[in-house]
């Protein structure tokens, strides 16, 4: 008899998929029993992580099987059956033939990697709709070995670390480190050899003596990780950690195949182009032109520009393609986003259709491949640079040496996982400041239970094999915390065999767990981001927040094997634990209502248009809000859509390609819609939000002026004021008095010049004058006088010229003669007189004046 019960995590675990197979004492008589190869000489015990979350799909590696479940029912609900409680497909392959250790998925979901000891198999999954529907039973799908050569059991190289690229195309590019350093890059369309290597530890040479001091740890490579930063370089980093704690870089690295967003290429670029032309200028200074790092920057430019270049090329040859199949016609090829930031559209197609139906990239992406290598893998025309290796990477302050293991057993520790995290600012404390920038938080995994948090200040940059510059300094960590979470059990033994590893939460940028045999630790590094404000005591940052969430006291027979963090609508926000043995452990999460902007991040805010504060001296008046346009660029016809269904307007009995074909265009239409609602509707929250910042800095600015008035209106304000204007009065009268007096004392002293001067002009006013005591006739007086002379000749003589003049028309030429001469000397004796007149007028006037 069956009946249900209802879907949720608390049902979770009694869920027959975590059900161990039924184990038979001894294998059949015609059949061979295969083991693994003893690990006894590695330095480290493998790491486990046998159970994902795919979207709404389950999957769980037990032993060397790989089951899958849904999580999600129409009905809420598992059916119960025979004690077992709902039931769960194995995925059937021919390749699966060793203890799964990992098993990860791609990031399209189509994938599974499933990591043994010393292989690798990749699965094709079945798709969510169809893994809905799955019953119990097997199913058999398609299954991929990565070059079975190299990875077999007979394989002397243990498989540490597997990742997928975020950007190889369509989630293809799979990333294997083994034990020996090597990285290797995987296609998955072709498995069987690598299209990419990279050695992160240099092989021995043949004079290596026998004997010798090196740490077998620094020879072992345990995990590795790219760059989560999206500013220069940082994301086409690959880190690599060693058994004995050393990092080591290699850069730039970029899959063979790769999609990358258009957005990071062109700020690339910029940034490239500004750097060189800034290291161009300093190169020109002779005092600076051994530090500049030209042949560094001239490098890295060019490796940018080749990677521009490709995607120009790609435009053309699609644009010609375009151009053809239209019959000549000029239009544009769909290409999503080019690097000029131009956003094209298909003629008759949308751009993700547009995309799939021509092979071109996703929308917003850029198809490209390294420059060293070609479309197909080849080694490219011309010399290309080795990449150098960065490192051992300096820890500054360094780590401190604790650990769960006995000091005096002298057990060393191994650094097991590496992650990094690009941590965002939080920017919902009071008053909406913005503390801190973005940064980059490095977190290190040991065996002994140590987990060594770090800040990396100053990122790496891509460097080749050069005789350019100077050898480059290595990379810096400045570990700030090494976190101890205590272990129940302090065997050695079973300790040495604990292998933590590290994992992200879904939900916020500043937490990740640590997953270990004895359990489960959630680690929060917000408050170390936090403090680097420099609140702290003298300088010291805070610690981050540690919490136990699962503990597992049956190790070493039930250490934990799995684990998953989930955010979805069906069961919320939180993690699963899962042991050895089946049991289950599911902790749910709280949400952070107060810190929104923690569950994005940076470059996730920024494409979702977060905007930034608004300032003290911003108003909101100098940018106008234009709702109309903002209405407008949402509303479109929708009534023309299905006029494009063929015979829109009759009975619809058989559908052909025409009709999916005008679905698709209305599909594409309609969601082109919607992101275009949602990006309107964002919009108006950001205003909203500026809107009620700048009302909260209006609200305070008034409380402020509210405040002054009040404290102004204070009787000891105003009696102070009028203190003040009084003391103000009493200082100027004083110096009004002050400066009478000094006025009045005040005696220039007279030189001896002066004093020539001064009696010259004496002399001549007496001159003019006259003295008072002496009777005698000034000068003023003698002019007068000829003045009055003058007056009173001047008719007598104008008379007698008259007659003169009238008598010298009746006399005979020699009687004028004798007159002439006599009236010309009369005249010039006037003329005399009269220039002593105007003389001494002059000389009046002058005196007078002075």
């Known amino acids: 008899m069956s009946h249900t019960i209802p879907l949720s995590f608390a049902t979770l675990k009694s869920h027959s998929i975590f059900i161990p197979p039924i184990s038979t004492s001894s294998p059949p008589e015609d059949e061979w ?24 799909d389950l999957i769980v590696a037990v032993d060397s099987e790989v089951r899958m479940t849904s999580v999600h029912a129409s009905d809420g609900s598992w059916k119960v059956e025979d004690g077992l409680v ?29 990591v043994g000891h010393h292989q690798i198999v990749v699965l094709v999954l079945p798709k969510p709709t169809y893994s809905g529907k799955l019953e119990d039973g097997q199913v058999e799908v398609e299954s991929i070995p990565i070059d079975d050569f190299l990875f077999s059991r007979s394989s002397d190289d243990a498989i540490t670390q597997v990742q997928w690229h975020r950007w190889g195309e369509n989630g293809n590019s799979l990333w294997v480190l083994t034990a020996s350093g090597k990285l290797r890059e995987y296609d998955v369309l072709q498995p069987h050899d690598c299209v990419q290597t990279f050695d992160f530890i240099p092989e021995r040479g043949r004079s290596v003596p026998k004997f010798t001091a090196v740490d077998p740890l620094s020879r072992y490579a345990s995990s590795f990780a790219f760059g989560a930063s999206m500013i220069g370089f940082s994301p086409l980093m690959v880190y690599c950690l060693l058994a004995s704690g050393d990092i080591h870089v290699l850069g730039p690295i970029l899959p063979l195949r790769t999609e990358m967003p258009a957005q990071y290429l062109r700020e690339l670029k910029t940034f490239m182009d500004i750097r060189l032309g800034t290291v161009q200028n300093q190169a020109r200074d002779v005092f600076g032109a051994g530090t500049s790092g030209l042949g560094k920057t001239v490098l890295q430019a060019e490796w940018v520009d080749h990677l521009v270049k490709q995607v120009r090329q790609t435009e053309e040859i699609q644009n010609k393609k375009q151009v053809e199949e239209e019959g000549g016609t000029t239009q544009h090829t769909p290409m999503g986003v ?7 559209k298909p003629h008759s197609y949308s751009v993700e259709v547009g995309s799939s139906s021509l092979g071109l990239p996703r929308n917003g992406f850029v198809r490209i491949h390294p420059p060293h290598l070609t479309e197909s893998g080849g080694p490219a025309p011309g010399a290309h640079r080795a990449l150098l290796r960065q490192g051992p990477v300096v820890f500054s302050p360094g780590p401190q040496d604790v650990g769960n293991v006995d000091e005096d057993l002298d057990e060393e520790q191994m650094a097991t996982d590496l992650l990094i995290m690009q941590v965002g600012a939080d920017n919902t404390e009071a008053g909406g400041s913005k503390k801190t920038e973005e940064q980059t938080v490095i977190a290190i995994a040991w065996s002994g239970g140590r987990v060594d948090i770090g800040l990396e200040l100053d990122a790496p940059e891509a460097r080749w094999v050069s005789s350019r510059d100077p050898t480059p300094p290595p990379p810096m960590i400045h570990i700030t915390d090494s976190i101890l979470p205590s272990f129940p059990n302090s065997d050695p033994f079973i300790i040495s065999s604990n292998a933590p590893v590290l994992a992200r939460d879904p939900l916020y940028s500043d937490v990740f767990y640590v997953s270990h045999s004895f359990g489960v630790d959630s680690i929060n590094v917000r408050p170390v981001v936090d403090g680097l404000d420099g ?30 963090c989930f955010c979805n609508i069906t069961f919320g926000y939180g993690i ?3 042991a050895s043995t089946g049991q289950v452990a599911y902790i749910e999460l709280d949400i952070r209502c107060g810190d929104p902007l923690a569950l994005l991040s940076g470059t996730t805010r920024a494409a979702n248009g977060f905007e930034a504060e608004l300032k003290d001296t911003q108003s909101l008046l100098d940018n106008v809000f234009d709702a109309d346009s903002l209405v407008s660029s949402v509303k479109t016809g929708s009534k023309a859509l299905s006029r494009q269904i063929p015979d829109y307007s009759m009975p619809l009995t058989v559908i052909n390609s025409d009709h999916l074909s005008a679905l698709q265009d209305i599909s594409s239409h309609v969601h082109a819609q919607a992101q275009r609602i949602r990006a309107a509707s964002q919009t108006v929250e950001n205003r909203l939000d500026l809107q ?30 009028e203190s003040l204007i009084r003391r103000q009065e009493g200082i100027q009268k004083r110096v009004e008095k002050m400066l009478a007096i000094l006025a009045l004392e005040y005696k220039p002293f007279v030189g001896y010049g002066e004093r020539r001067w001064l009696k010259e002009l004496e002399e001549m006013e007496m001159k003019l004058n006259g003295d008072s005591e002496k009777a005698e006739e000034t000068l003023t007086d003698k002019a007068q006088s000829f003045q009055n002379q003058l007056a009173l000749l001047l008719p007598a003589v104008s008379k007698a010229y008259q007659r003169e003049s009238a ?19 009369r005249s010039e004796e006037l003329k005399r007189l009269l220039n002593k007149i105007e003389a001494l007028d002059i000389s009046l006037d002058t005196a007078s004046v002075e």
């Not at 029993?33 to 709404?56: T, Y």
């Not at 927040?545 to 684990?563: F, M, Q, T």
């Open 33 to 56: 029993e295969l083991l693994d190869r003893s690990s006894a000489d590695e330095p480290m015990s493998q790491k486990h992580n046998r159970m994902v979350m795919r979207d709404k």
């Open 86 to 114: 709902g039931s769960y497909r194995t995925l059937k392959s021919s390749h699966l033939t060793f203890a799964i250790h990992r098993i990860v998925v791609n990031p399209t979901g189509r994938l599974l990697a499933v």
């Open 338 to 344: 080019s690097i000029s930031g131009k956003l094209t």
């Open 535 to 564: 609140d702290g005591d003298e300088g010291e940052l805070p610690p981050p927040e540690v919490l136990r969430l699962v503990e597992s006291n049956g190790v070493p027979n039930a250490p934990i094997v799995g684990l998953f």
């Open 576 to 578: 699963v634990a899962l």
């Open 692 to 721: 009620v910042q700048e009302l909260q800095l209006h609200a305070r600015l008034l409380a402020q002026c509210r405040q002054d008035v009040s404290d102004l209106q204070k009787s000891e304000t105003l009696d102070r004021i």
């Open 807 to 825: 008598a010298a028309a009746t006399l005979a030429p020699k009687q004028i003669k004798p007159l002439k001469a006599a009236l010309g000397a």
